[in-house]
């Protein structure tokens, strides 16, 4: 398929195999240099650069005094001959490193004003200009890298999932409010004043009544939204690739994720292992104090409840003789070397994961001990804490007391806090499954029970019994992909009996009439034969920025939000005119 059109190639793809050849090139004047004899111009396009000479005693001079007068970032057309660089002037860092363009003619297609910054990739940029003008940062190489590393993977993606007879259906931005553990986003109706839209969070429901439907195999990259508090990893609006199954198992579920996702990364050069490992999440909680462990580095958490129960202090020994309770610790290598000042500082860190304050031991390589709490124990208890964590000098043994789960948090807070404060390496991507989740979760502050996945999440049938007695029993059948340490996609088998569903939905709080006035559509379905179902949705745009070893999620996507949540290229979100706000019967107070 010939893809070309004012150009005969791109910037990226000539080669030694060219040399010779006359070629037409369009593209943006990256960098210029005048050698005074000789005019030397990198052109770049989305695939690649190539350098173009200009020479006055080629072609009677026209196209290097054309040359003389472009300036960066003009849009121009070329054509020319490849020839070979001169040995000592090839570049190994380019692909088209070996060649150059002597151009015949030159047409120039524009003109530009100078850039705001510099279209590199390596800028020191406010971040808040590039997004202002985000039109110039996107022709950036790394952006254009980025933004094709997504597009292959979603291909890839939309490949694996047609051939094993998925249905892409789209479903409903504008829908019917409904709680999914984030705010809604609400649109005005103005045929039916005094009522709303919500944009949605996902197409859970809407898929599941697919599956009622019989469309047995669906898929879909939505777009989905959700009004919560920003974070690099973290937007307003966002993309998932949303698949659902009907007649099927857990296993069925995860088997068949595996095998789209693995030719879906096999797709942009990385190879995910299959089957892929399954921890249950206890597991992942006590040992990583993460239900999305990155397991690439070692700093477990170990479990010291035993050793303390005897203990004279009280803060240790009073958690590890209460029940559910527990006295845990995490061994950060190295970090015994830190001056005083700088650990005591680890506290507020603590703070920010729940811990009320932070116990230490540091272990200094002279073999002295630092620590506030150290005078409180005894011989045994330090040797049994040495052995347990594994001690060398200049180790830092930090703990937590308490709640098992809030525990582990803590200590799963700090754990990545002091990888990235040590260096500890992270080489290659880690991939796996985190499986068995509770069904409910208590949130101390609203004394409330919520659903650790969401409402409509198929519980253990062997716990049905103990959902209204002792719900924090009650597991579920549910499932996470996790990918360096961050939840990368997650699913479950669904809820497909109404009288079940209306059972959890009564422990969460609802009564049947406001499960009927949020949920009855589903309800409704649920009671028309719903065949066992399950699915899965995987967050494309976190994955596309571990893929392109970035640390925000902005840099994979063409039009981002700030942390605030503001547009600022096109200054949104902006006031309306009072005419509009009428028209939705609206006024703001």
């Known amino acids: 398929m ?43 396009d989305r695939a690649g650069v190539t350098q173009l000479t200009f020479d006055p005693e080629h072609s009677g001079g026209v196209a290097f005094h054309a040359a003389e007068t472009i ?50 990739d390596d800028l020191d940029t406010a971040e808040d200009v590039r997004l202002r003008y985000r039109y110039l940062d996107i022709r950036r190489p790394l952006m254009m890298h980025n933004l094709k590393v997504r597009n292959d993977f979603t291909f890839a ?5 047609h051939a094993g007879e998925f249905m892409e259906v789209e479903t409903p931005i504008l829908f019917k409010s409904t709680p999914e553990g984030a705010r809604d986003f609400i649109v005005p109706s103005r045929t039916q004043p005094g009522h709303f839209y919500a944009l949605p969070q996902s197409p859970q429901l809407l898929k599941q009544l697919l599956m009622v439907s019989g469309v047995e195999r669906y898929y879909q990259v939505a777009k ?42 096999a797709a942009v050069g990385v190879e995910l292992p299959s089957p892929l490992r399954r921890i249950p999440f206890w597991e992942a909680m006590d040992t990583y104090g993460s239900d999305k462990p990155d397991t690439r580095y070692g700093m477990l958490l170990h479990d010291v409840t035993d050793v303390f129960k005897g203990s004279k202090f009280k803060v240790f020994s009073g958690a590890a003789n209460k029940d559910g309770q527990v006295v845990k610790c995490l061994n950060a290598k190295g970090a015994g070397k830190w001056p005083r000042a700088q650990i005591d500082k680890l506290e507020d860190v603590a703070k920010t994961f729940g811990a009320k304050g932070l116990a230490w031991i540091a272990f200094r390589e002279d073999g002295s001990v630092n620590s506030p709490i150290v005078k409180f124990f005894s011989d045994e208890e330090m040797a049994a804490v040495k052995a347990a964590a594994e001690v060398e000098p200049g180790d830092l043994v930090m703990f937590a007391a308490g709640p098992r789960r809030s525990s582990d948090e803590i200590l799963g807070g700090m754990r990545v806090h002091m990888a990235n404060a040590l260096d500890v390496p992270r080489e290659g991507h880690d991939f796996l499954w985190v499986v068995d989740f509770p069904m409910f979760k208590y949130d101390e502050e609203s004394k409330r029970y919520g659903a650790e996945h969401h409402p409509f999440t198929q519980p253990v049938v062997e716990d049905l019994d103990r959902i209204e007695s002792d719900p924090l029993s ?28 209306m059972r959890v939905l009564r422990r969460l709080g609802f009564d049947e009439e406001r499960a009927k006035a949020q949920f009855g559509f589903l309800m409704e379905a649920l009671a028309f034969g719903a065949p066992p179902m399950g699915g899965f949705a995987l967050g494309l745009d976190r994955v596309c920025m571990l893929l392109c070893g970035s640390d925000s999620i902005r840099d994979v996507m063409a039009f981002p939000k700030t942390s605030s ?15 509009q706000l009428k028209e939705v019967s609206l006024r703001v107070m």
């Not at 949540?565 to 009072?578: F, K, N, Q, R």
Request: with cysteine.
């Open 71 to 120: 300036r960066t970032e003009w849009p121009i057309l070329v054509t020319g001959t490849v020839r070979e660089r001169p040995e000592d002037t090839a570049n190994p860092k380019l692909p088209t490193g070996e060649v150059e363009v002597l151009v015949s003619s030159i047409e120039v297609l524009n003109h530009s004003k100078t850039p705001p910054f510099p279209i590199e």
């Open 474 to 501: 009650v597991g579920s059948y549910t499932y996470d992909f996790v990918m360096d340490g961050f939840e990368a996609g997650g699913g479950g088998m669904r809820i497909h009996n109404a009288d079940l569903q």
């Open 157 to 161: 993606i939309r490949q694996a999932l």
């Open 2 to 44: 010939d893809l070309h059109s004012l150009h005969t190639h791109t910037a990226g793809e000539l080669r030694r195999g060219d040399i010779g050849t006359t070629v037409t090139l369009t593209g943006w004047v990256w960098r210029r240099r005048d050698h005074g004899g000789l005019i030397f111009v990198d052109l770049r």
């Open 224 to 265: 989905c939204f959700r009004d919560e508090d920003l974070r690099a990893d973290r937007q307003p609006e966002f993309t998932q690739v949303d698949v659902e199954m009907s007649f099927v198992d857990q296993d069925d579920v995860m088997e068949e994720m595996e095998q789209v996702l693995s030719a879906a990364f």
């Open 565 to 579: 949540g503001s547009d600022l290229m096109s200054a949104a979100p902006s006031e309306v005119s009072p005419r």
